[in-house]
């Protein structure tokens, strides 16, 4: 499930900007299927524009009926009346989704026979100290087992002790969910962390879920700005 907002506060429209011949929402669309990892690949939307784009291309798409504040509440709007076991979330402005990351978050509940994994989600390393302090990239700490700890927009840990080579891990937007998990994110009200931090995972970690993270070296190149606009393109290139 790809949920598609329009109206994204740090850059309108992103999902219908040009890349390379085709809008965003399609390349991303585009590249979930090639994957061949998924059953059904949808596109969720609030916009007319955007569910006329994949469905003229002869991809799916479904229209949200309700508002939602985030991507987990819009896919379990469209999910909660299918018959599926896991539903994984690939962002819309991430054209360079691969197969190898995606295959790493659905191994962890192969692998899960006890089923205590509620989520699976990514996360890379970074190095550069710009990227670590922007608040536009979220970060993630975890256990010695991979299990997230927190999300945060400032970087974490803290480095108070300058003697120790810290690991910082970017968090990348997908996750793959039980569907009892996702279900139950959509009944429980946002608390002060998630609302403070603006981090919809932080939901989860509030209400005792556990997620899994998944190391994964391919960054790729989220659009969130005009100017990541530009890198994609040329990367395309």
């Given at each position: 499930?790809?949920?598609?907002?329009?109206?994204?506060?740090?850059?309108?429209?992103?999902?219908?900007?040009?890349?390379?011949?085709?809008?965003?929402?399609?390349?991303?669309?585009?590249?979930?299927?090639?994957?061949?990892?998924?059953?059904e690949v949808y596109v969720v939307t609030d916009s007319s524009v955007i569910f006329d784009t994949i469905v003229s291309a002869g991809g799916k798409?479904?229209?949200?009926?309700?508002?939602?504040?985030?991507?987990?509440?819009?896919?379990?709007?469209?999910?909660e009346n299918m018959d599926v076991d896991i539903i994984v979330n690939?962002?819309?402005?991430?054209?360079?989704?691969?197969?190898e990351s995606l295959t790493g978050v659905l191994e962890v509940f192969r692998s899960d026979i006890e089923e205590e994994i509620d989520l699976a989600s990514l996360m890379v390393r970074i190095t550069d100290r710009d990227e670590i302090a922007n608040p536009n990239t979220v970060k993630v700490i975890v256990d010695n087992r991979n299990f997230a700890l927190y999300f945060s927009r400032s970087p974490i840990p803290y480095?108070?002790?300058?003697?120790?080579e810290q690991v910082y891990f970017k968090h990348k937007g997908i996750y793959a969910f039980r569907k009892r998990a996702l279900m139950?994110?959509?009944?429980?009200?946002?608390?002060?962390?998630?609302?403070?931090?603006?981090?919809?995972?932080?939901?989860?970690?509030e209400y005792g879920k556990k997620i899994k993270?998944?190391?994964t070296t391919v960054s790729g190149i989220e659009i969130d700005t005009p100017e990541d606009l530009k890198r994609a393109q040329e990367a395309w290139r």
């Open positions: 499930m790809i949920p598609a907002r329009y109206a994204a506060s740090r850059f309108p429209a992103k999902l219908m900007q040009d890349l390379s011949g085709k809008p965003v929402i399609l390349r991303t669309y585009e590249a979930a299927i090639n994957t061949q990892l998924f059953d798409a479904i229209m949200s009926i309700k508002e939602h504040d985030c991507g987990s509440d819009r896919i379990a709007e469209a999910v690939v962002q819309g402005d991430e054209p360079f989704t691969d197969k480095p108070r002790a300058t003697d120790i139950d994110f959509q009944r429980l009200p946002m608390l002060k962390l998630e609302a403070t931090e603006k981090i919809e995972a932080i939901r989860y970690l993270m998944v190391e």
